[in-house]
């Protein structure tokens, strides 16, 4: 059971350039969310999807997109990357029950620089 | 919108005394609570939770105590180790969402 997988766990990005954040999961989890952390800031939501088909955006998602074509991806877009985006990415998943989420599964994370 | 505080960014023990992390939420209606661990250059871990109908929730050697009159909630750690320290999360969920809103994490440091 590999629970959440991110890759790449590094990446180094050059203003401008795009790029896919990878993330799957094996534990058939509704809930799907993207955080990015900096230090001081603590975790901060990007974007989330409580399922196939369904996304929503969180408290930062300028400059990122998401999809959710099957329950187990949950991709991470950036359009073009500036250097403000320099952060550590964590996916996270949980199961949906009675409209609370049961905590959350992350992942090791993804470590993106932007020169 | 919820907000998650905390009250000190760090923490410093000594090996085998009893660590409490504190942590500070805004909305009465939340009904979810969550700590988490993280070591360095890892995701966060889950350690324990316990929802707003309850008052205390114990784990292995750890202690979730949550006070919903003053909105507030502790993680207690009893025999602190050095594999403890970490930056340690509380983490908030209720209304009528599926978010957990995270405080900024107070970093634990066990001296031998």
């Known amino acids: 059971n590999a629970g959440v997988t991110q890759t790449p766990k590094f990446q180094v990005l050059k203003t401008g350039q795009s790029m896919t954040l990878q993330c799957a999961q094996d534990m058939n989890h509704e809930y799907m969310s993207w955080y990015r952390q900096d230090p001081g800031m603590g975790l901060r939501l990007i974007h989330y999807s409580v399922g196939a088909g369904i996304t929503d955006q969180g408290e930062v998602p300028n400059g990122y997109n998401v999809s959710r074509s099957t329950t187990e991806d949950f991709p991470l877009r950036l359009l073009s990357a500036a250097p403000s985006q320099t952060s550590v990415y964590f996916c996270a998943s949980s199961r949906i029950w009675a409209r609370s989420s049961y905590g959350y599964t992350f992942g090791s994370g993804t470590r993106l620089t932007v020169v | 919108g919820e907000s998650v505080g905390l009250h000190l960014p760090t923490l410093s023990v000594q090996e085998g005394d009893n660590s409490i992390i504190n942590c500070a939420y805004s909305?009465?209606?939340?009904?979810?609570f969550i700590w988490y661990k993280q070591e360095s250059g890892k995701g966060p871990q889950f350690i324990i939770d316990i929802r707003s109908n309850m008052d205390k929730r114990q784990g292995q050697r750890v202690t979730v105590l949550l006070n919903k009159t003053v909105k507030h909630l502790s993680l207690q750690i009893a025999a602190t180790q050095p594999g403890d320290s970490a930056v340690y999360f509380c983490a908030v969920s209720g209304g009528s969402n599926y978010k957990l809103t995270f405080g900024k994490g107070t970093l634990l440091t066990v001296n031998p």
């Open positions: 909305n009465s209606a939340s009904d979810y």
